[in-house]
């Protein structure tokens, strides 16, 4: 499996720096409500784009996932917790109660 990883790791690092060598031209960013203007790199702006993407994907699924397992436990457990007091309270009543005289 390591094998594996540094397969696809080392060619995909070499691609990174082929692009950022065949990108380096300075291009000016606005980002139009902020006040200011930033000179950087085309593959600074390009692969920072990239990560800014790559998080938030990694984020809706993080919280998707979270959402799929956490909600249905917390609604077993509110189940569970409802039987419980259902039972305790039939307990109470029949503790309660007399008991029927034996024979």
Do not use: H, Y
Not at 32 to 39: E, F, T, V
């Amino acid at each position: 499996m390591r094998l594996l990883s540094w397969l696809i790791t080392i060619p995909l690092a070499a691609l990174l720096v082929v692009f950022a060598i065949a990108n380096r031209t300075i291009v000016d960013v606005s980002l139009a409500p902020l006040a200011g203007n930033a000179s950087l790199p085309l593959f600074v702006i390009i692969l920072a784009t990239l990560l800014v993407g790559f998080l938030a994907g990694s984020l809706a699924t993080w919280t998707s996932c979270m959402f799929r397992t956490i909600l249905p436990k917390s609604r077993r457990l509110s189940r569970t917790e409802k039987e419980l007091e259902r039972l305790k309270d039939d307990l109470s009543k029949d503790a309660l109660q007399p008991s029927p005289p034996k024979e």
